[in-house]
């Protein structure tokens, strides 16, 4: 019965946003969703690293943290990215903003307490959570301010709060294509260490983890450096 639910409101969200994405005349998410769903294969690279390891830039503007709020709801200028993932509540998301609360930056961190939410909204796509670990998700930095060292030092700024001091070990996955964002998490400290392969076929996924070998995780290593 649960898992019914979760689908029905899966589906009445992805048509809410459908129909508004069709009312503003923007019809490429839908076609981009309908063929990745239709047929594709999907290469993500894991990525591991200690938070007490980790090498930050400080950002080239003054940047303060704080929970998300309703009104950073697309002020990052990503259109209707990301919106079902806020309306899931799943806990933590955080924004980035400037000295004017100017939103600049958006991420969540997913712990151990969230596991069935995190379940249940994306299926199996994560390793489970240990109980001194986290998974970044979400990241995502505003367009006017990108080179500025925004996600390595908000991400940094996130992670010092006193209630992720017992964590050991922070997670992250990437589209391997996504070779900016894979390039940034390297130079703060992140290495991979997994891949993850999702085949979608007529509108079923299959999801499958693939272990790093040590001559798989240099050649990710030199493509990054």
């Not at 508004?20 to 993500?44: A, E, M, Q, V």
């Not at 600049?104 to 249940?120: G, K, M, V």
């Not at 964002?181 to 983890?209: C, D, H, N």
């Not at 798989?216 to 030199?222: I, P, S, V």
């Amino acid at each position: 019965m649960r898992k019914r639910f979760i689908i029905l409101k899966t589906l009445y969200n992805r048509l809410i946003i459908t129909v508004k994405l069709i009312k503003n005349g923007n019809l490429k998410p839908i076609l981009d969703g309908f063929t990745t769903r239709l047929y594709s294969k999907i290469k993500f690279i894991g990525l591991e690293a200690k938070p007490d390891e980790l090498s930050v830039k400080n950002s080239k503007i003054e940047i303060l943290i704080r929970p998300f709020e309703t009104s950073d709801l697309n002020a990052l200028k990503e259109g209707h990215r990301h919106v079902r993932l806020v309306e899931a509540q799943i806990p933590n998301c955080y924004v980035a903003t400037t000295k004017e609360n100017v939103t600049i930056y958006r991420q969540w961190l997913f712990t151990h307490e969230s596991q069935q939410q995190i379940n249940d909204y994306f299926g199996p796509i994560f390793p489970i959570i240990s109980e001194n670990e986290a998974i970044i998700e979400g990241v995502f930095t505003h367009p006017d301010y990108r080179g500025l060292n925004i996600m390595s030092s908000a991400m940094t700024k996130i992670l010092e709060q006193e209630q992720y001091k017992n964590l050991n070990k922070v997670i992250a996955f990437v589209k391997e294509q996504n070779k900016p964002s894979l390039k940034g998490f390297y130079k703060m400290g992140f290495v991979p260490y997994i891949i993850r392969q999702e085949a979608w076929f007529l509108f079923r996924r299959k999801v499958t983890f693939v272990q790093m070998s040590d001559k798989l995780r240099e050649k990710y290593l030199k493509s990054l450096s």
